[in-house]
């Protein structure tokens, strides 16, 4: 942790129940997550930094439509979710536990252990079978992204993929395979994510569905320009279905154009501070999208994840507020969802 790091802050960051709702794994299988290397974020990292737990995503890049692509996308996501479940062992002297519960999330960080929740990125994964989403969610999976650069057979992303022959659009915001994937999301007990989405999709998905959407890694419109980003009556969206947004560090995403050097905390908690002003402290969290491109020059990995408690406390936001903050607004989504199953 940062030494200009007060005791007390520090004392707070390490008494709250921290989720960090968006994390890539390397694919193919890089470094072990128990070893203290070139991995944004690992077990050692979660240890040092105070974060108790992490959404850790399959991701699954865009390709051209065709069957044998969304197979072998699905095969991918499979494997990575196999993968992720594998880190809940003791290895390193840090125990790790994959939890698939706002309760088990919970208990994890009571009993001491690192918090594992497995998650898809990119609903091209599906394609157009949604028994897959099923499948998904037998593994663990707890949110589907539905899209991520580029439209897939589920809905139009809000960065079309001009090298795939993408359209600015072309459903017109979700298909009607993707209203029906929203519906089985909503059975099978998994959030539906809108990050990645077009405006239409995003819309659209907070019409369908029966349980609040979240945006797992975004920023704000009205703060830097960015397709990646939500204007203020998606905000506006996002609090009328009590949905949330997990503010992200991508360095682009918090001040335009912005190398992550270019970039801190403190403009992190800026968009933070905006989305709290305009949608109240009930609807926002916190994100990295480390491994997947996230990271500014105070917040490098996960080791460093005090320092945004530290800003947060800095300006003012007291022990209730970055608990909700740091992972207490996206598990009661968590227990919405979980409820509304079946």
Same mark, same amino acid.
């Given at each position: 942790m940062n030494d200009a790091i007060s005791p007390d802050s520090a004392a707070l960051h390490q008494s709250l129940v921290t989720l960090d709702t968006h994390i890539d794994i390397p694919w193919p299988p890089g470094p072990s997550p128990f070893e203290d290397g070139p991995r944004k974020v690992d077990m050692l990292k979660m240890v040092r930094g105070g974060l108790s737990a992490g959404c850790f995503v399959a991701y699954v890049p865009q390709a051209s439509r065709t069957v044998a692509n969304e197979d072998a996308a699905y095969a991918r996501a499979i494997a990575m979710l196999d993968h992720i479940n594998a880190m809940g062992r003791t290895e390193a002297g840090v125990t790790?536990?994959?939890?698939?519960?706002?309760?088990?999330?919970?208990?994890?960080?009571?009993?001491?252990?690192?918090?594992?929740?497995?998650c898809v990125e990119n609903g091209f994964a599906v394609g157009t079978d949604l028994s897959r989403i099923a499948q998904f969610r037998a593994r663990g999976a707890r949110y589907l992204t539905l899209t991520h650069n580029g439209h897939n057979a589920l809905a139009d992303s809000c960065n079309p993929r001009r090298d795939l022959g993408d359209r600015e659009a072309e459903h017109g915001g979700l298909s009607p395979v993707g209203r029906a994937a929203v519906a089985e999301l909503n059975r099978v007990g998994m959030i539906v994510d809108v990050?990645?989405?077009?405006?239409?999709?995003?819309?659209?998905?907070?019409?369908?569905?029966?349980?609040?959407?979240?945006?797992?890694?975004?920023?704000?419109?009205?703060?830097?320009?960015?397709?990646?980003?939500?204007?203020?009556?998606?905000?506006?969206?996002?609090?009328?279905?009590? #949905?949330?947004?997990?503010?992200?560090?991508?360095?682009? =995403? !918090? *001040?335009?154009?912005?190398?992550? &050097? /270019? $970039?801190?905390?403190?403009?992190?908690?800026?968009?933070?501070?905006?989305?709290?002003?305009?949608?109240?402290?009930?609807?926002?969290?916190?994100?990295?999208?480390?491994?997947?491109?996230?990271?500014?020059?105070?917040?490098?990995?996960?080791?460093?994840?005090?320092?945004?408690?530290?800003?947060?406390?800095?300006?003012?936001?007291?022990? #209730?507020?970055?608990?909700?903050?740091?992972?207490?607004? =996206? !598990? *009661?989504?968590?227990?919405?969802? &979980? /409820? $509304?199953?079946?």
């Open positions: 790790a536990r994959v939890t698939q519960t706002a309760n088990e999330i919970e208990a994890a960080k009571r009993d001491g252990v690192r918090a594992i929740v497995p990050a990645h989405t077009s405006r239409d999709t995003m819309q659209q998905a907070a019409e369908v569905s029966r349980t609040p959407i979240v945006s797992t890694h975004s920023c704000i419109t009205a703060l830097c320009d960015h397709p990646r980003n939500m204007a203020d009556w998606q905000l506006d969206i996002i609090k009328a279905v009590k #949905g949330v947004i997990q503010i992200t560090a991508v360095s682009a =995403f !918090l *001040r335009p154009h912005a190398k992550p &050097e /270019e $970039a801190g905390v403190a403009d992190f908690a800026d968009h933070v501070d905006y989305a709290v002003k305009r949608i109240g402290i009930d609807h926002v969290g916190i994100s990295s999208d480390f491994d997947g491109g996230g990271w500014i020059r105070d917040w490098r990995d996960a080791g460093d994840s005090a320092n945004v408690t530290a800003e947060m406390v800095r300006r003012g936001y007291d022990r #209730g507020a970055l608990a909700k903050l740091w992972g207490g607004n =996206f !598990l *009661r989504v968590m227990r919405v969802v &979980e /409820e $509304a199953a079946g």
